[in-house]
């Protein structure tokens, strides 16, 4: 879905849509959430605060971008921090257009797991991933980083749930990104332990659309961190093993 605003065509959109979590072993255990992220191509902030009632990344707003809630030093724009990190993580230089999947500040609040930012190449498609992983109450950051061609498996070294253990690996399937929107991520320690999935729709990013997903959902920051407590708090119920963040470190 693309947008023309004034003779300029916007790429940037919502995407709607469910956040599906299984748990295999020891315990069984799954749930689904409703949820909403911005699609922000980082190239066109600036266009979406004239675009967007309701959206602003310069003062308070229902929905606001704020710089410092990002990747890298707030002084320097987030899509030369994230094409920094992935250069620095790819072992070679990477360029291209910067798409933002996450959360931004809603009323005021703001908490997101994982922040997704997306490489596109000239011909449109999708060439890298970079996850920047974040982790409650200490909001400790890690950043993983995905060739979509490859899609390689990879060592866990971030603390991220007390209820799985550091000596995993992870395996991704990730779509490119179109109407439709799949991403899943599996944890395995010989067996498949866990995984997490996102399945999501584009919706035209306007005042109106803004409007109407605020309106279902108000803050995702506040459904987030409550969903990830009582969660939390029916794993430890069903034993689930708890693995302690100082045991584990933060790496």
Known sequence: MQVIWRGT????????????????VPKKHAFTYQIFLLW??????????AKVRGFSAK?????????????GDADKPLKQSVLNKMTELAQKPLTGTVYLLGQTRTFGLYFS?????YLQQDDNSFSHLLAEVSNTPWNDRHCYLVDLAKQEDCEKVFYVSPFNPM???YKWKISQPTQSLK???SC??????FTASLNLSKV???????FNVLLTIPSMTVKTVIGIYWQAIKLYIKGVPFYSHSEQGKK
């Open 167 to 169: 000596d995993m690996q």
């Open 204 to 210: 035209e990013l306007n005042s109106k659309s803004l």
């Open 113 to 117: 797991p994982v922040n997704f930012y």
């Open 9 to 24: 065509l916007v790429q940037s959109a919502l995407y709607k849509g469910s956040v599906f979590h299984s748990r295999f």
């Open 183 to 185: 991403l899943t991520l």
């Open 188 to 193: 395995y320690k010989e067996i498949k332990h």
């Open 59 to 71: 003062s308070w707003a229902p929905l606001r971008f704020k710089r410092s809630d990002y990747l």
């Open 40 to 49: 922000l191509n980082l190239d066109e902030i600036d266009l979406l605060e």
